[in-house]
């Protein structure tokens, strides 16, 4: 404490130095300058910090990009598009599928802040919005999960079929836990990992489930 | 007598002299202010104390930011009054900058008052072997009920073992080979769970303040999560092997060890017959009601979203096959004239 004294500034200290405008280093260039670039140029780079994103999810190596420059539009598309496939799967052609798709979205992203919320109480380093690009990311093998599915019930829904489907889910389950306990229970105290990751397990496996047991009409 | 009466006098004209010197100390650190304010915000629970180092850190850093802004606007204002307009453009970044400045520190602030979760954080100190012990001594009445058992006030448990819940109805709502619905089974699965947990711990958190039972609520909160571990077994395995006496086994069994745990542990905070029964009564009646209510129902809801959705496709007498075996009505039968004989 003592050496913060000589940092507070009192009004009988008179401010010494020179009184350069900060306010040009403040606030900072490229924010003037990424304005004036085309749409195009902002769209592409976007575009290939989530793709890069997505090949760091399906090859999940232990490197801190996902976690440094994390964004959400990863995880809205996977969660738009998970939505947007498991809608067909209601029985009544009366019914529009709304409440699917808000259901889908709402579970997805409410899980997310849950398992968030608890990393944290837990004791985690991570922060709030990190924690849940990564959970978005690695959505990632079940969307493409649910692609297959639809594939495969396009040529038909029997017993062999299921079982086809059983083991991608599962599969893809799998990687989708790996994928997202290497981001994430790095960040853990080393004693606790397991009560981090038992969430996301309940969390990918409510997923699964939506894509496993979907029959389109 | 009088030279004790002059030690006091003259320690509190030191602590006086003394005061004064840390007045004036505070006067240097109040141009700062941080230090001082801290205190006061700071929460008991929160983490560790570099937080707070840096949180002061951060605010002497602002205020230093702050008071050259000012400094400098003073010098700026004074330009522009001359009539440079290349100034005024950095005027009005300073003036920006500066209601920026305050309006996050204000919005920061709001938000680490009322969004605290660290308010939250000593319940969720537990470790796996902590949580697994508990799960296993949710099914072991206590024998020593004279004694107040101790019940940890820990909510990771709890809060798992809810979502566990919900996952294994989802589950059963698979193997029953029914799904219309998926959106509304789930909103259902997830209201029932949560607020079987909050509203059974509420209210017997209420019986128990009119019964004079220690008890508070977040240990009812977690007494009733643990109970619910005897649900998620039952339910996780009804759910696979359909035979209902098995489920009737498995509600006696299961659910009573976990009910007769919660019970005992009850019982050992109460004081009184009377209380002692209406506490446990109803705390008894409603859990085992609950795994009921979990088993049966969901098959009639199931059932009633296939009556409106699937329309005549679907003959009556087929449904209540599938959900009512013949072997198992025989069983109820048995079983209720047995109890009826014992009566």
């Known amino acids: 404490f003592a050496g913060l004294a000589d940092v507070s500034i009192s009004e009988d200290i008179p401010v010494e130095g020179e009184i350069t405008v900060p306010v040009g280093s403040r606030s900072p260039d490229e924010d003037y300058s990424t304005l004036d670039e085309p749409v195009k140029d902002t769209i592409m780079r976007d575009l290939k910090a989530v793709a890069k994103k997505f090949v760091h999810v399906m090859y999940p190596k232990k490197s801190s990009a996902l976690l440094r420059d994390w964004d959400l539009w990863g995880p809205l598309v996977l969660c738009v598009s998970l939505a947007l496939m498991l809608q067909g799967g209601s029985a009544d052609s009366k019914d529009d599928g709304g409440p699917q798709f808000a259901e889908v979205f709402v579970i997805i992203w409410f899980g997310a802040v849950v398992i968030t ?20 990311y690695c959505v990632l093998p079940l969307t493409v999960a649910m692609l297959v599915c639809r594939l495969v019930l396009l040529a038909g829904s029997g017993t062999v079929s ?42 990918y496996f409510v997923i699964s489930w939506m894509i496993l047991t979907f029959t389109p009409q | 007598g009088p030279g004790t009466m002059s030690a006091p006098g003259a320690a509190a004209g030191g602590g006086r002299s003394g005061a004064a010197d840390w007045g004036g100390f505070e006067d240097n650190m109040q141009g700062g202010g941080s230090a001082v304010i801290d205190m006061e915000n700071m929460d008991d629970t929160s983490g560790s104390s570099f937080e707070d180092m840096g949180e002061m850190h951060q605010r002497m850093k602002e205020e230093e930011e702050e008071a050259e802004g000012e400094a400098v606007a003073g010098e700026e204002e004074d330009g522009e009054f001359l009539g440079m307009k290349g100034l005024r453009g950095q005027l009005g970044r300073q003036v920006a900058d500066q209601m920026w400045q305050v309006g996050k520190r204000q919005a920061s602030r709001a938000f680490s008052l009322y969004a605290n979760i660290d308010i939250l954080r000593p319940y969720f100190d537990v470790e796996p072997v902590q949580v697994r012990t ?3 001594e949710s099914m072991i009445p206590v024998k020593m009920i004279n004694f107040p058992q101790k019940i940890a006030g820990e909510l990771y448990g709890p809060l798992m073992l809810v979502f566990t819940l919900v996952a294994i109805l989802l589950h059963g709502m698979k193997t029953s080979d029914t799904i219309i619905r998926e959106g509304t089974l789930m909103g259902t699965a997830i209201g029932t769970c949560f607020g079987y947990w909050l509203g059974v711990s509420s209210f017997i958190y209420f019986l128990a303040y009119l019964c004079n039972a220690q008890i508070t609520m977040v240990q009812t909160l977690s007494l009733l999560g643990y109970g619910l571990f005897g649900h998620c077994i039952t339910l996780f395995v009804t759910y696979n092997i359909h035979f209902h006496s098995l489920f009737y086994i498995f509600w006696l069994g299961v659910g009573g060890l976990s009910t007769l745990r919660m019970v005992a542990v009850l019982v050992s905070r109460t004081v009184g017959h009377t209380q002692r029964l209406i506490l446990c009564g109803t705390l008894a009646a409603l859990h085992m009601l609950f795994l009921l209510y979990l088993h049966f129902a969901y098959h009639k809801v199931v059932e009633g979203i296939l009556d409106t959705l699937e329309g005549p496709n679907m003959p009556p007498f087929q449904r209540v096959a599938r959900d009512i075996p013949i072997v198992s009505n025989a069983v109820l039968n048995t079983t209720a004239k047995a109890i009826a004989l014992t009566l």
């Open chain 1, 162 to 203: 299921f079982i086809i489907r059983l083991i991608v889910v599962v599969a893809m389950f799998g990687w989708s836990m790996l994928a997202s306990t290497a981001f994430l229970a790095d960040s853990q105290p080393p004693n606790r990992k397991a009560l981090v990751v038992y969430p996301i397990f309940l969390f």
């Open chain 2, 134 to 136: 508990r799960l296993l």
């Open chain 1, 117 to 136: 919320v608890n990393s944290k109480l837990l004791g985690g380093t991570i922060s709030f919005f990190q924690s849940l690009c990564v959970l978005g």
